[in-house]
């Protein structure tokens, strides 16, 4: 049977922290105060257009790295976003699961490590890793 998004989640968490990942639960809503106004939470859900055209990650932090000596030789934390996903989950390419992956290429764009993963052992973004070795 294959394992469920927070399955998928748990097992993220878990395994991306011995590899340099800080990743936190990002949840996203809106709830009712008690006068009956509505209060969002989440990255990118101040509003409910910006919540429709982006869809934050599921889980949220950054991954410190070390840069290459002709950098400075700085340590600096690249921001992370993994968007959790059932095992036996394919890309539908809809409305939803379109504003996730603009998402990630916002991240990804401004340098930072953001995709799709859909089992705890593929956490690493094969792409992030060629940019990091100049590939």
Not at 45 to 57: E, I, M, Q, R
């Amino acid at each position: 049977m294959p394992l469920s998004e927070q399955a998928v989640q748990g097992g993220v968490l878990v395994r991306s922290a011995p590899h340099g990942f800080t990743l936190f639960r990002n949840n996203v809503g809106v709830l009712k105060n008690p006068n009956g106004q509505p209060i969002r939470f989440g990255l990118a859900n101040d509003t409910p257009a910006l919540n429709k055209k982006w869809k934050s990650g599921d889980l949220m932090g950054w991954r410190s790295i070390v840069i290459t000596p002709d950098m400075v030789g700085q340590r600096v934390a690249v921001v992370v976003s993994r968007e959790c996903k059932a095992e036996d989950w394919q890309f539908r390419g809809d409305e939803h699961e379109l504003a996730q992956a603009r998402w990630a290429s916002l991240i990804n764009d401004a340098g930072g490590d953001a995709c799709f993963v859909s089992s705890p052992d593929n956490f690493i973004n094969p792409n992030f890793e060629r940019r990091l070795r100049g590939a």
